[in-house]
């Protein structure tokens, strides 16, 4: 069953669902990095992890750190090891049928 009849909405919608993900992926990232930054500075992280780059203005180390610590993460997802992809993670048949 579709959303609508019309398919110049369902293309908004999709257009609205990638646009959507694409923004919380950044959130999540500079989020996450302002929280490296604050740790470092707190003294919970090492000191060279809060150092803002004079050329851009941001703190190059904290995002290169989190990029390194989110590759085996992006991996197992695509490699459906321990991620949504994977066999594990969706339900049986026999499970299925129960609904």
């Known amino acids: 069953m579709a959303i609508s009849g019309s398919p110049i909405i369902v ?11 694409f923004q919380i992926v950044n959130n999540c990232y500079i989020g996450m990095t302002r929280v490296m930054v ?3 500075l707190d ?3 090492p000191e060279w992890v809060s150092r803002v780059s004079p050329k851009w203005h941001t703190p190059v180390a904290a995002h290169v750190v989190y990029f390194l610590a989110s590759i085996p993460v992006i991996w197992s997802t695509i490699s459906g090891v321990n991620g949504p992809l994977s066999p594990s993670a969706s339900p049986s048949p026999a499970a299925m049928s129960s609904w």
Request: aromatic residues 6%; glycine residues 12%.
């Open 11 to 21: 293309i908004l919608i999709g257009l609205g669902y990638i646009l959507n993900s």
């Open 38 to 40: 604050a740790m470092s």
């Open 43 to 45: 003294r919970l992280l």
